[in-house]
């Protein structure tokens, strides 16, 4: 199980959007999918049309009162699963912050879960900021994949996440955290702003960056207010083509080098 955390300290730039439809795309094309909710806001968790109480999110596991294992629960999509949200979630940080080893615990449970051979990835969703709740999700994935809109803004976020890694893996929390892709969001091709900003960041990352690029859709945005997932919501529409297309890349991204 490869666990990959979608990050960005910056908010509505499409991590819940990528994390939620990413998830689903893949498990379209046969990966078993562990989603993660790990925002207070719980956007994954309603955009799955899912709706829970605080003792069954991701909550009491983060807080170390019980197993992640019994959190998880059936999307009602074939092969993807979920570990719901909770405003509750808010409340963590602070008692986190209070114990010593709030840092590593997600870490331990999904280290826990690896070997039981159950998923193929787990999608962390994570909050807008650079919080108790974000470290952790830094600390327990293999990966980071950042969503980036297509603005100059986007730029500024994307240096202070990058020196994040950096700080991450610099601490011994995670030594072997790498930077897995940056994903361009709600792209509008009519702007030469749009198209400036992915070729700036194609200049500095030009290995990370996917090809695939995430047009913006009445589409993709309203899918989440009917429960659905663009698949659900729009499966012929250029949403769901540009999602399905981006989890082709990643599949071959994680595809074991072939020895010949
Ligand atoms: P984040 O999780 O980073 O805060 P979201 O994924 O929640 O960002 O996206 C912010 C808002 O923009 C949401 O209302 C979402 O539905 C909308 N949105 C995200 N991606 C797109 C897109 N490609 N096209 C149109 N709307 C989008
Ligand atoms: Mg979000």
């Given amino acids: 199980m490869k666990v990959v955390a979608i990050g960005n300290q910056k908010g509505g730039?499409?991590?819940?959007?990528?994390?939620?439809?990413?998830?689903?795309?893949?498990?379209?094309?046969?990966?078993?999918?562990?989603?993660?909710?790990?925002?207070?806001?719980?956007n994954t968790t309603s955009g799955l049309g899912i709706e829970?109480?605080?003792?069954?999110?991701?909550?009491?596991?983060?807080?170390?009162?019980?197993?992640?294992?019994?959190?998880?629960?059936?999307?009602?999509?074939?092969?993807?699963?979920?570990?719901?949200?909770?405003?509750?979630l808010a409340g963590v940080e602070i008692e986190l912050a209070r114990s010593d080893d709030h840092l590593v615990r997600l870490r331990q449970h999904l280290q826990g879960l690896k070997p039981n051979d159950l998923f193929d990835y787990c999608i962390l969703d994570t909050p807008p900021s650079l919080g108790v709740l974000m470290t952790s999700a830094l600390a327990a994935a293999d990966e980071i994949l950042i969503p980036l809109q297509c603005e100059w803004f986007g730029l500024e976020g994307l240096a202070k996440i990058v020196h994040v890694i950096e700080q991450i893996r610099d601490s011994g929390a995670n030594p072997g955290l790498t930077l897995e892709g940056i994903v361009m969001t709600m792209f509008d091709g009519r702007t030469n702003l749009a198209r400036q900003v992915v070729e700036e960041v194609r200049n500095y990352f030009p290995d990370q960056l996917y090809d695939t690029v995430i047009p913006r859709?009445?589409?993709?945005?309203?899918?989440?207010?009917?429960?659905?997932t663009i698949f659900e919501h729009d499966p012929a529409g250029l949403g769901a083509r540009a999602y399905r297309e981006m989890a082709e890349e990643f599949l071959r991204r994680h595809q074991p080098a072939v020895v010949v």
């Fill in 13 to 42: 730039v499409g991590k819940t959007t990528t994390a939620l439809n990413l998830s689903a795309a893949l498990a379209l094309q046969g990966e078993r999918v562990l989603l993660i909710d790990l925002d207070p806001q719980a």
């Fill in 52 to 88: 829970c109480e605080g003792e069954d999110s991701v909550y009491p596991a983060l807080l170390g009162e019980a197993d992640v294992r019994d959190k998880i629960r059936d999307s009602g999509r074939e092969r993807l699963s979920l570990i719901p949200s909770h405003m509750d």
């Fill in 217 to 228: 859709t009445i589409r993709i945005g309203e899918a989440p207010s009917h429960a659905k």
